[in-house]
């Protein structure tokens, strides 16, 4: 049975800076018990966020980074080196700083091509690092961000990509911008050990009451998510503050 736990801290910077802690203790206590490890970054205000604060964390070489690999949940389908990209910010933020191997930073391809091609594309690559009989690997930490929709990575409330089959889905006509977008599937997500969905700000407060009742993932995607073995809601009191 998968554990879930709702962690409330008073405001967005208390939020980031424990966020930060946590995932630096996640990584270093995988890395106590095997390797490599394998952790799938986010996009968005607060996951951006917490990767610079990971960045500045006094901690941060706690972490074998040579033996870290570094996947997206989603992408937005833009050039590379696009402001856009959250494999942009994510470099900005944190990677650019980090002694990780170039060949284990997996961005989502910019294409050329469709997003469907890059999402085929990201698929063979996810296979290529999964286990026996696995089509991506066993991430041991897959963060994700939540819009006030309660979409997370690039699937969205209605949309059509949340019964993709397979890894990874093309995403066209996002009702976020930019419209094109690539993401890996629920059946890839809920393959993680542990799902972390971080959220700050009363904007999101509907998203995440909906998303911790709902068992509707057409409605509220959030509620599908979920790590095999740890579920963490790591929320603000702003976030929370519809949730009984
Ligand atoms: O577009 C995206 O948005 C979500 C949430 O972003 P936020 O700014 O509301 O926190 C993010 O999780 C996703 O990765 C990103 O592509």
């Given at each position: 049975?998968?554990?879930?736990l709702?962690?409330?801290?008073?405001d967005?910077?208390?939020?980031?800076?424990?966020?930060?802690?946590?995932?630096?203790?996640?990584?270093?206590?995988?890395?106590?018990?095997r390797?490599?490890?394998?952790?799938?970054?986010?996009?968005?205000?607060?996951?951006?966020?917490?990767?610079?604060?990971v960045?500045d964390?006094p901690?941060?070489?706690?972490?074998d980074?040579?033996?870290?690999?570094?996947?997206?949940?989603?992408?937005?389908?833009?050039a590379s080196?696009?402001p856009?990209?959250n494999?942009?910010q994510?470099r900005?933020?944190?990677?650019?700083?980090?002694?990780?191997?170039?060949?284990?930073?997996?961005?989502?391809?910019?294409?050329?091509?469709t997003?469907?091609?890059?999402a085929?594309?990201y698929a063979?690559?996810?296979?290529?690092?999964?286990?026996?009989?696995?089509?991506?690997?066993?991430?041991?930490?897959?963060?994700?961000?939540?819009?006030?929709?309660?979409?997370?990575?690039?699937?969205?409330?209605?949309?059509?990509?949340?019964?993709?089959?397979?890894?990874t889905?093309?995403?066209?006509d996002?009702?976020?911008?930019?419209?094109?977008?690539?993401?890996?599937?629920?059946?890839?997500?809920?393959?993680?050990?542990?799902?972390w969905?971080v959220?700050?700000?009363a904007?999101?407060a509907?998203?995440?009451?909906a998303?911790?009742?709902?068992?509707?993932?057409?409605?509220?995607?959030?509620?599908?998510?979920?790590?095999?073995?740890?579920?963490l809601?790591?929320?603000?009191?702003?976030?929370?503050?519809a949730?009984?």
């Open positions: 049975m998968t554990e879930r709702v962690v409330v801290h008073p967005q910077d208390v939020l980031v800076a424990a966020a930060a802690a946590r995932f630096l203790t996640r990584l270093s206590d995988v890395q106590a018990v390797s490599p490890a394998h952790v799938v970054l986010t996009g968005g205000t607060v996951g951006i966020k917490l990767l610079a604060a960045a964390h901690a941060r070489d706690a972490v980074w040579s033996d870290v690999h570094v996947w997206w949940g989603d992408e937005r389908f833009v080196g696009d856009e990209r494999e942009t994510a900005d933020a944190l990677l650019d700083a980090l002694p990780v191997p170039a060949d284990h930073v997996h961005p989502m391809p910019a294409g050329p091509g997003p469907e091609d890059a085929s594309r063979q690559a996810l296979r290529a690092h999964a286990p026996d009989g696995a089509d991506v690997p066993a991430f041991d930490l897959l963060l994700l961000g939540m819009g006030p929709d309660a979409h997370v990575a690039s699937l969205f409330p209605g949309h059509v990509a949340l019964d993709a089959p397979g890894s889905t093309g995403v066209h996002s009702p976020k911008p930019p419209p094109l977008r690539v993401s890996l599937t629920f059946a890839a997500i809920n393959q993680a050990r542990e799902v969905i959220a700050a700000g904007e999101k509907g998203a995440v009451a998303g911790l009742a709902s068992q509707d993932r057409a409605q509220a995607p959030v509620s599908a998510v979920h790590g095999t073995e740890r579920t809601w790591l929320l603000d009191a702003a976030a929370a503050s949730t009984p």
